[in-house]
């Protein structure tokens, strides 16, 4: 007999994505990313994603081109009540297949009607039929099931297009089949690590971590910059998790050798996550005062849960009277320098850290644009200030011309001075 494990395959996923809306541009198609993560972290490799209108042909026919080259097809979208939610039928004609009543989900849904004091139309039970060769998954948060054909060696499942029915289905239901599946036909694994890192643009990155020629065979590094922070993607292919792992562990290490100054966390930590533990652990406490991101600082900052034993307040400062009033900004440092200048940076860090009484005061004005700008001062210009008991400084910074990535930008360079200065 041969070696079971040469007939293994790489285990690879497609999306299909189905919906007017979706293809009009009237939703972000968010459920893709969930799944793709999902999958992903699971160890299966990613063929494709697609998105279909509402129409059985073009349903149809990519169902049939998407089978071709993966193991597991996942769909979302038109298995609602409504006239326009086709997919049920579609996949019934694609498997030759009629639909049947399928009786616990008639109890969920009678349940989950009665819970809500609801009356039940036959529109609604419709939602309880599912073609007879399939399974159905249950969906603990909304009423449409998800439906599960294991057809030729493959997974085709269908779900609801609502994100959190979608994520319920995937996760309780369909992970611990797609992971047994995956165990006893994959002869390969693939899987990923991202590491964040701030303080340094994307091209100087990689030229600190050098060439691929240096890297682990089997291994890939992705660079994906977004704004203040590039993220590093390593990604391994081996026959086991174990092997896999090893081979991510490799390159983290030259990673770290190289550029670990730069770096911050890893897959879903944040900067602001980062900066908050450092100032819990060392009993340090911060207030901020901002203009041009009018508030965005303080919401990046009050996203970790528990930040309100560093964080006391902020204020935001968008005029100039309000600068004087609230932050005692001098009002010939406004008339000699203007309101987006070092000194009045740093006039709003000391007053608010003074007013809020704090052992660090950070501080933002700029011009986000797109009017405002002049000569010496163009659109992009923002000047973030740091003052504690020992010092207070600005940093001049030079954004782009886009009002919002230049208000994103200046408060994450505003969290990265504070992991600089707590560091």
Not at 122 to 150: D, H, W, Y
Not at 161 to 177: C, Q, R, S, T
Not at 233 to 260: C, P, V, W
Not at 389 to 394: F, G, W
Request: charged letters at 25%.
């Amino acid at each position: 007999m041969g070696n079971p494990s040469l007939f293994k395959i790489i285990m690879k996923y497609s999306i299909l994505t189905i919906g007017d809306e979706i293809c009009i541009g009237q939703i972000i198609n968010g459920n893709a990313a969930e799944i793709a993560s999902v999958m992903t972290s699971i160890g299966y490799s990613s063929y494709m994603h697609s998105i279909v209108p509402d129409d059985r042909e073009l349903i149809t026919d990519e169902i049939k081109r998407l089978l071709l080259k993966s193991e597991v097809l996942i769909m979302t979208g038109g298995l609602g009540p409504t006239h326009d939610d086709i997919t049920k039928s579609v996949l019934c004609d694609f498997f030759e297949d009629d639909l049947v009543l399928h009786q616990d989900t008639l109890q969920h849904l009678q349940k989950w009607f009665k819970s809500r004091n609801r009356n039940m139309s036959e529109m609604n039970k419709a939602q309880a039929l599912i073609p007879s060769k399939s399974t159905a998954l249950r969906n603990r948060v909304g009423t449409a099931p998800g439906i599960l054909f294991s057809h030729d060696g493959k997974y085709i499942l269908a779900m609801p297009g609502v994100p959190a029915e979608m994520k319920d289905i995937l996760v309780n239901e369909f992970v611990p089949l797609a992971i047994k599946f995956f165990n006893e036909n994959s002869g390969n694994v693939q899987i990923y690590r991202t590491i964040k890192t701030s303080g340094i643009f994307e091209s100087d990155l990689a030229e600190l971590i050098g060439s691929p020629d240096s890297f682990p065979d089997g291994v890939k590094l992705a660079f994906l910059p977004s704004a203040g922070t590039v993220r590093l993607r390593i990604g391994a292919n081996a026959g086991s998790k174990s092997e896999a792992e090893k081979l991510i562990d490799e390159m983290n290490q030259l990673i770290i050798d190289k550029a670990g100054q730069y770096i911050f966390g890893y897959d879903n930590d944040s900067l602001q996550q980062f900066v908050g533990h450092i100032l819990r652990t060392k009993s340090k406490s911060l207030a901020v005062a901002e203009s041009c991101t009018g508030g965005l600082l303080g919401a990046l900052i009050t996203e970790v849960p528990g930040s309100s034993e560093y964080f006391t307040g902020g204020v935001i400062s968008y005029s100039n009277e309000m600068k004087m009033k609230l932050l005692n900004v001098d009002k010939s440092t406004l008339e000699t320098f203007g309101a987006v200048s070092e000194q009045t940076a740093c006039e709003m860090a000391l007053g608010v850290r003074m007013k809020c009484n704090t052992d660090i005061g950070i501080s933002i004005t700029g011009v986000a644009g797109p009017d405002g700008g002049t000569e010496n001062k163009p659109v992009g210009t923002v000047f973030i200030a740091y003052s504690d008991e020992e010092k207070t400084y600005a940093v001049k910074c030079h954004f782009g011309k886009d009002r919002n990535m230049n208000r994103e930008r200046a408060a994450v360079k505003a969290l990265e001075i504070l992991r600089k200065e707590l560091s």
